[in-house]
């Protein structure tokens, strides 16, 4: 195991990002292509080695996602995932071949119980399509990685012998995922060290870990391996994933970062990026943060108690292992209010890390004016919630208008709601149980859609009555989901803000589909 002092100096680990892959499979996570751009490019922005865009032969919008994300991503590495079949490879080869700096990651399960039930190969088999996958692979692409699904799972004589020849074929990167998360550290660390002591040609490639959080410790495992002698990380900004997740991004990299005494090794993120991105994908996912989650959680650096509260206010240090500036929670210099101008505004979205087009700002200026005549503070959360909902969807067909509701006990309540649709601008008027509901039935009345309601989620962005709302949508039709986002300080304007927006997506979903292959069974094509 290697064991960093303070004499070494300290190593690069390689963060991989999965979130528009393994974060976006987690139910309801999808992402469209606007979406997964925005995050890509922000990922790129924060220092991200390697991006994986998706898994190009699971659907066309998977395939479209990750060759705009190669064509427009110049400082990180994109990826795109492949089983190990030809048609698998071919489809990521075609989605990446345009982009600067490309990698096809291909898989194949190689525990036993992978292998008989889902596979049903025999490992002579496996180990052939291994060979045969990344040697296909290596002649298409020059960076290949090569994963043993169930890896933690495997033989190890069986795993040093697929690793081997993967090698050999040609991968440059050997990624060891946990996939059931099942793993503990000082067992998940000793398997990395294991590959390192008997795989002969293993200096010739990075070793990653993938691993899964279903025991609660897939960063935890993550850092074993690091420890053991692995160069590359995959994770998830807020640990989105699979089941219970994938390693969070933001808690792997400010271990590194808070605890380089002894751990000691490097990354190349921004860190002070964290939270936006953070902020980014739970907006975008509709997946909310856990107020007590690690880094990122509303109450991360919050301090209730008030012995906590004497020590942090005498010296931060007494309750706070990491500056909140280090995470992206600056207290910034330019207060907002309604006599604010362009310019500043300008400023502001400059210092909470935005570069918009002019379109997207003006009409998040638009926004702002309006919020700040209503609210006494403008936050910079507010903002952020702001520019997170203003600038997408310019090509939508429906675009809110404006909403007048009547609520209250005495019902009925009823909602009077204008929206423009392909450019003509429709009044409609519904009754509804409530007024979030009077509010969707007109929706639904004045664009007719047999989607389905599956979340419906209000959340406060700041303290105090006048706060705006984040409201996520989220809408299913034919099995599959989409999420909308809406922020306002009307939660009802909020609702119906995302109610549109997830259905704006739907329409789009609908245009880009055409039926995805199979991938559930992780089966190799040929
Ligand atoms: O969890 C897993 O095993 C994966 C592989 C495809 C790397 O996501
Ligand atoms: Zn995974």
Redesign the pocket.
Known sequence: MTNPTKSQPAQRVIIFDTTLR?GEQSPSCSMNLEEKLRVAKTLEEMGIDVIEGGFPIASNGDFEAVREIAKTIKNATVCG?ARAGRKDIDRAWEALRHGARVRIHT?ISTSPLHMKHKLQMEPAAVHQAVVDSVTYARNLCEDVEW?P??GSRTEHDFLCRCVESAIKAGARTI?I?D?VGYAVPDEFGALIAMLRNRVPNIDKAVISV?C?NDLGLAVANSLAAIRAGARQVECTINGIG?RAGNAALEEIVMALRTRHDVLSFTTGVKTDHIMRVSRLVSGITGFQVQPNKAIVGANAFAHESGIHQDGVLKNAATYEIMTPESIGLTKSSLVMGKHSGRHAFRQKLRELGYELGDNAVEDAFRRFKDLADRKKEVFDEDIVALVDDAGMGVNDHIKFVSLQVVAGSKGPQLADLELEIDGVVRDVQARGNGPVDATFNAIKKACPHTARLQLYQVHAVTAGTDAQAEVTVRLEENGKTVNGYGADADTLVASARAYVKALNKLLTKRERTAPPESVASGAVSA
């Open positions: 393994d995932l898989f994963s699904e169930d990624n995922p996939t993938h899964h699979e």
